[in-house]
């Protein structure tokens, strides 16, 4: 899961050749390119290319429109080319039923296949109205941006650009070169696509004191591996997933079977916190043979009405850079 040009031509940029014009997008098109493509390494692919696009354009580009509309319209044509293959990215509880804890993990599917986290940092302004900010985070969620993936890649466009980012029929029409009839279509068949999954499920709380201190009592169960303090902070009904293995488990009962049991090479983990998909998040460290403590999985955790009710982990050590996390943890900090 390396980090990729989105085309061949795809020359890197560094921030200070690009124009700051340019550059102070860079933020919110990664949060737009991330609900299109499902990644974020594969958003940030996309979001280089469309400044390199935007860069060599500069000349052409003269203002005839706005400068925030002519970069989202390249970069709703580089996701557009880059979705053009049959693969969608989806949860592994969008693949088949649950499984139990004594199940074969079985084998890792490709990456391309699963719903990547992203860092809140790469996506999220830093600072705002708060309820701008708790609609973006609800839209980076990791539930709604499987949903979104379930929607043709026009229709996703123009369901994120009028229902996330609020632009104007007329403005999503002429991005797309298209009428605002097919808009408004392609926004109700949309919104019938979504209205049939469970994205609305559960909605998670609001980041106040109350979950602070559920989130820390998590930590603290989990690096003491005490999993009778560990399970009563998860809801019964609880979903536990770990890409890229399509295995997923229901209820506290499989989860601690699974803790118990082959999961239990997580004894002696750290957790250090961070933030992903808008969700409360950890960087996971297993022993190191070799001593301090190695990079394993990033887990989010979903939290509705005071218990945790979903367990997603993500074991690509090589996302922890992308989350600012460090490579391994030495003796004295592990």
Not at 108 to 117: G, S
Not at 317 to 334: I, K, N, S
């Amino acid at each position: 899961m390396t980090p990729r040009p989105a085309t061949a031509d795809a020359t890197p940029l560094d921030a200070d050749v690009l124009d700051p014009s340019l550059e102070g997008y860079r933020r919110e098109l990664t949060g737009y390119c991330y609900r299109m493509l499902g990644s974020g390494f594969e958003a940030e692919d996309a979001v280089q290319e469309t400044m390199v696009r935007a860069w060599r354009g500069m000349d052409a580009f003269e203002g005839r429109s706005g400068l925030r509309s002519w970069l989202y319209r390249i970069a709703t044509n580089v996701c557009l080319d880059m979705l053009r293959g049959p693969q969608r990215r989806a949860r592994p509880m969008d693949l088949g039923p649950s499984s139990t804890a004594d199940s074969t993990l079985g084998p890792p599917l490709a990456e391309q296949a699963w719903v990547q986290p992203v860092a809140d940092a790469r996506v999220l302004p830093p600072e705002g109205d708060p309820a701008e900010l708790a609609v973006a985070r609800d839209s980076i969620r990791l539930a709604f941006v499987a949903a979104l993936q379930l929607l043709p890649p026009r229709q996703r466009a123009v369901l994120i650009l009028r229902e996330v980012l609020r632009w104007q029929a007329t403005e999503v029409a002429e991005l797309l070169e298209t009428s605002v009839a097919s808009v408004n279509s392609a926004l109700q068949r949309a919104r019938a696509t979504l209205a049939a999954t469970d994205v609305e499920a559960t909605r998670p709380d609001p980041v106040d004191d109350e979950q602070q201190a559920l989130l820390a009592r998590y930590v603290e169960a989990f690096e003491r591996y005490d999993i009778t303090s560990l399970i009563a902070l998860i809801h019964e009904d609880a979903t536990f997933t770990m890409p890229p293995h399509e295995l997923w488990l229901r209820g506290t009962q499989q989860i601690s079977r699974w803790y118990l049991g082959q999961g239990i090479g997580c004894r002696g983990s750290r957790l250090l916190a961070t933030w992903a998909n808008g969700a409360p998040a950890f960087g996971a460290y297993k022993p190191d043979p070799a001593g301090g403590h190695a990079p394993f999985n990033i887990q989010v955790l979903d939290v509705s009405g005071g218990r945790i009710v979903g367990l997603h982990h993500f074991l690509y050590p090589q996302l922890f850079p992308a989350f600012g996390l460090p490579v391994h943890l030495d003796e004295e900090t592990g």
